[in-house]
């Protein structure tokens, strides 16, 4: 599969449908796929700690979430064209799991959230099976896989945070051998149960949807230092 690399670590340059097609054809021959979004943020992390590195490349596809990747594709002459995020990945994935007919799990987030969250993915999609939920404070790994077995599911969204769902999913996907595509989608599920709001659409088709999000909690400042770092070593850094 083709992949993109800034600073050492791997990108998909796939859209959403492109994804999407090819996990059907993974799935049919019962291989697992993984998927993981990549940020500038993830990336500088990667720098410093191996063990994310490695996480994020030994995905099956890493998205382009947010406008860095997308920045640094266009400076290399890339062939990403637009983002892939990672709550609008988990609605398209939840579309296909509606029209195909592949039963969900929903694993992560506090207990209202994800259960508000299934509600509203069962109104939005009549069709889609969710085989079950558990919240993201569950302390007995052993039994959430068994239960995570016998529900039948074959993709499951992971909403813990990052490493935390990439350390889950590497952990336990050979114990889930019938689940085929495991996301990680950090705070999706806060989305998708309506407790956080999303960015207004004007920002979200420019690409500054991290203005609106600094503006409304200007404590991201830190974090949101990290686009600048990245672009400044991809741009002066002739090994990457
Ligand atoms: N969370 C969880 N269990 C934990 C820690 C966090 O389920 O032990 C959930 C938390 O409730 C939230 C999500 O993980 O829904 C984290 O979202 P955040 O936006 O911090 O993730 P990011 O996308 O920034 O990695």
């Known amino acids: 599969m083709m992949k993109e690399t800034y ?52 995905s099956t596809f890493q998205i382009a979430d947010g406008v860095g990747i997308l920045l ?16 609008d990945m988990m609605a398209r994935l939840l579309k296909f799991a509606a029209d ?25 999609h009549p069709a889609i099976r969710i085989a079950g939920t558990t919240d993201g404070y569950e302390q007995d790994e052993e039994a959430l896989i ?13 909403a813990l945070g990052s490493p935390k769902q990439e350390l889950w999913i590497r952990r336990n996907m050979d114990k889930l051998k019938n689940v085929l595509v ?12 309506g407790t956080v709001k999303r960015a207004p659409a004007a920002f979200r088709n420019t690409g ?21 770092k990245f672009l400044l070593r991809i741009l002066f850094n002739r090994s990457n």
């Open 7 to 58: 600073l050492g670590v791997h990108v998909s340059p796939l859209t959403y449908e492109g994804i999407i097609s090819e996990i059907r054809t993974r799935m049919e021959g019962n291989l697992q796929s993984t998927i993981i979004a990549v940020n500038p943020e993830k990336v500088m992390t990667a720098q410093k700690n191996p063990e994310v590195k490695s996480l994020i490349n030994g």
């Open 72 to 87: 640094a594709s266009k400076l290399k002459k890339g062939a990403i064209t637009s983002r892939v995020t990672g709550v």
């Open 100 to 124: 195909e007919q592949h039963p969900v799990y929903l694993y992560g987030a506090k207990q209202e959230v994800v259960q508000q969250a299934a509600k509203n993915i069962q109104q939005q």
């Open 146 to 158: 068994q239960r995570i077995n016998d529900s039948g599911a074959k993709i499951i969204f992971v």
């Open 182 to 193: 495991f996301q990680g989608v950090g705070g999706s599920f806060d989305v998708f149960s």
């Open 208 to 228: 500054t949807e991290w203005l609106y999000r600094l503006a409304s909690d200007p404590k991201r400042i830190k974090r949101q230092m990290n686009l600048p």
